[in-house]
């Protein structure tokens, strides 16, 4: 079977390049006319529409009440998250190449794993009071296991064989875990930070509500609480560019370092 043919078996129907373009524009350029004609119909109260919301963010700009919020819950979820993902990493390494380690370490992350961390709340407000560390060690926690879990699969699945050719070089266990094992376990980190981000932005948001009102959470709860409904979509949609930030942070260190996944990925496919 020729190059040509196969690629022509494997294309997907509907699989043009200017129309997997296109559909996303259209289906958001649907849904925000069908919510904007919605609020015809509706209460004012119950939901807003894109333009009213858009005129909320506005003010909320202009009048600069958004940016001491932002700069706090930003600074939050990047230390948490961050703290999260790179301890996440390092015990993911050593679960995934040391057995003992990880006979030790996993009934610990299976029962922490499988605990809703929303109700360890009252406990880390115990521990350190109403302040912004209470708020970070949420953020970590709820980042960690993510970035664990991806991070040991990742090590589990290194291929036999190229372990066996850097022991046949005469690599040293460190030089294995460094030039062998991690390299390979990098997509399976990368999508791991990806959920990681997501979790810490929801952590963020948490912790702040509940832990002590401050940030993006103090207006939400703010604007809730007097039925602001615009104001409320727009911190709204402020925390949601939250994550499409961190996304579109990740794809960058992908591309950027780590070129050939998308590579490997497009011969597989």
Known sequence: MSVARSARLRRRPGSHPWLERAAPVAAVAALLLAWQWSGLYLNSILISTPLAVAQDLVQLVTRRVIFEPL??????????????????????????????????????????????????????????????????????????WPILLNTLAGMR????????????????????????????????????????????????????????????????ITYGNSFETGQLLAVVFVSSMFGVGAVLLLKWIQATFFPWIIASAAQQH
């Open 157 to 220: 699945n290194v291929s036999r064989g190229y372990v066996e050719v850097g022991t046949a070089f005469r690599l040293s266990e460190m030089q294995l875990m460094w030039k062998v094992s991690l390299p390979a376990a990098v997509p399976y980190i990368l999508a791991g930070a990806r959920v990681a981000a997501g979790l810490a932005i929801i952590g963020m948001i948490v912790s702040e509500m509940e832990v002590s009102l401050t940030g993006l959470g103090y207006l939400l």
């Open 71 to 144: 700069m706090e819950s930003l600074e939050e979820v990047v230390i948490g998250g961050v703290l999260g993902i790179v301890f996440g990493v390092a015990l993911g390494v050593l679960m995934g190449r040391y057995q003992l380690v990880e006979k030790v370490l996993s009934p610990f992350v299976n029962f922490l794993n499988a605990t809703p961390l929303v109700v360890i709340i009252p406990l880390v407000i115990i521990w350190l009071g109403i302040s912004q560390n209470a708020r970070l060690l949420f953020i970590f926690l709820i980042t960690l």
